[in-house]
């Protein structure tokens, strides 16, 4: 099958910068972090608005992506299951899904509430949640 | 910044063939659809349980990766937003968050519902919707 080319678009900065004592979810322990964008994607933050959760993905590139299958949550007590049906970092495309708080909008950086991405991790897109209005 | 290469896991195999004429979501008449992953993915599939939604990540390969703004939904009368506070197709790195319900699992292939992706799309990942409990 062909491949395809991510450029990321950004940077996370965060305090977080050990992936073994990174929390798992944001809600066990993540602190907030600036999304630094390259300048010149500045356009495609436009209509973004503080107090709004967005989607965050991330190119999570500390990721092994040989794995299929792990227990989840390295937990050895539970079943090895497919990666698909986990949220282990580890997998064939390492694309990291976060719900985040918009805390402000400074020129091309955002700040966001309880982000578990590590300092350095790529950015490849934003997106809204969907409502039922749209 | 460094950049970083997408590895299709699969296709998605669908009656829709036409951009101009494929819902903008789901609910908007999409059709059911298979998920064909390359057979050295299968393990990677182990615990997806019929019945169940989970969130479909889709590279959509035949997106405009130059576009940084648009009018949300091709409407004249909407402003001119962001690309990153929309959920139109054309941006950096075009990758499709699809919510789908698994209708069933087939060895390597996967029957959805509602699925709003074009015959051929590349897959890249599956992964589980979070609960409270996980």
């Known amino acids: ?48 608005v503080p107090g709004t959760d967005v989607l965050l993905f991330t190119w999570l590139d500390r990721a092994d992506r040989e794995t299929l299958a792990v227990r989840p949550r390295g937990d050895a007590t539970r079943p090895v299951t497919g990666v698909f049906a986990t949220r282990a970092p580890d997998r064939p495309n390492p694309i990291g899904l976060h719900t985040v708080h918009i805390l402000a909008v400074a020129g091309a950086r955002v700040h966001v509430r309880n982000l578990e991405a590590l300092d350095g991790t790529p950015i490849l897109d934003v997106k809204p949640i969907l409502t039922p209005d749209r």
């Open 1 to 48: 099958m062909a491949e395809y080319t991510l450029r990321p678009v950004g940077r996370v900065e965060s305090a977080l910068t050990d992936r073994a004592a990174a929390p798992r979810q944001p809600d066990e322990g993540a602190p907030d972090a600036w999304l630094v964008f390259d300048d010149r994607y500045a356009p495609a933050l436009d209509g973004l």
